[in-house]
């Protein structure tokens, strides 16, 4: 069972444009949302990360946005570069825990 | 200077061998953990030690066992490798094992024939 679902699954966006990714998940107990960017042949890295006592988080171009009501969360890449042409994960854990539940990742390509 | 580092990054084997994989991270972080990623980049979470103790063993089949031999080494061993264990296999990182921010290795692609 999934417990954390994401979309969509790829996206291509102009460069300059806004970049926007899903997630949304059932179990109540997540306390902690972060989102793992992943180049090609490469590890997943972390780029931003939110708890649900916020509705947003920004850092740079990209934010968080986080609904705990609906049990959703967006990442908004701003002025999207081909630099970010990349997988996207979205992530939740329980409070205290660092089990991570992953979504199902977004292919991101960003056309010049 | 790398910070989680494994080893091999290829690994192609036939069905039923026994393989290792090797993992170091000198990052001084107290828990490790090994992930794996399918043909469709799911992500899910194997094991994880924090300061050479098992805390999470997702269900894998018993074919996999880890071995911490200190803190800054998580090693993943597999016998009687089988079709369905192609996959990338990543070894990470943190500083703790409470919503600490993960630092992968750059991962190990196994494929079975």
């Known amino acids: 069972q999934q417990q954390v679902k994401q979309s969509p699954q790829s996206l291509i966006v102009q460069k300059g444009g806004i970049s926007i990714i899903n997630c949304a998940y059932e179990?109540?107990?997540?306390?902690?949302f972060p989102w793992y960017q992943q180049f090609p042949g490469k590890g997943p890295a972390l780029l931003i990360a939110?708890?649900?006592?916020?509705s947003e988080k920004k850092e740079g171009r990209f934010t968080i946005s986080f609904n705990k009501s609906a049990k959703q969360f967006s990442l908004h890449i701003m002025d999207s570069q081909p630099g970010d042409s990349a997988t996207y994960f979205c992530?939740?854990?329980?409070?205290?825990?660092?089990?991570?539940?992953f979504g199902t990742g977004t292919r991101l390509t960003v056309i010049p | 200077d790398t910070a989680v580092s494994q080893t091999p990054k290829y690994l192609v084997t036939q069905m039923g061998n026994d393989k290792s994989i090797k993992c170091e991270q000198n990052?001084?972080?107290?828990?490790m953990y090994w992930y794996k990623q399918d043909s469709k980049k799911f992500l899910k979470i194997m094991f994880s030690?924090?300061?050479?103790?098992?805390?999470i063993n997702e269900t894998v089949p018993n074919r996999f066992s880890p071995k911490s031999p200190d803190k800054a080494h998580l090693n993943l061993h597999i016998n009687s490798l089988e079709l369905g264990d192609s996959a990338v296999y990543f070894c990470?990182?943190?500083?703790?094992?409470?919503?600490?921010?993960?630092?992968f290795g750059n991962g190990t692609r196994l494929t079975v024939t």
């Open positions: 990470a990182s943190s500083p703790d094992s409470y919503n600490s921010p993960l630092h």
């Open positions: 179990n109540t107990a997540f306390d902690y």
């Open positions: 939110i708890r649900p006592d916020v």
């Open positions: 992530a939740a854990s329980k409070a205290g825990a660092n089990n991570l539940f």
């Open positions: 990052l001084g972080h107290d828990t």
């Open positions: 030690y924090n300061n050479k103790e098992l805390i």
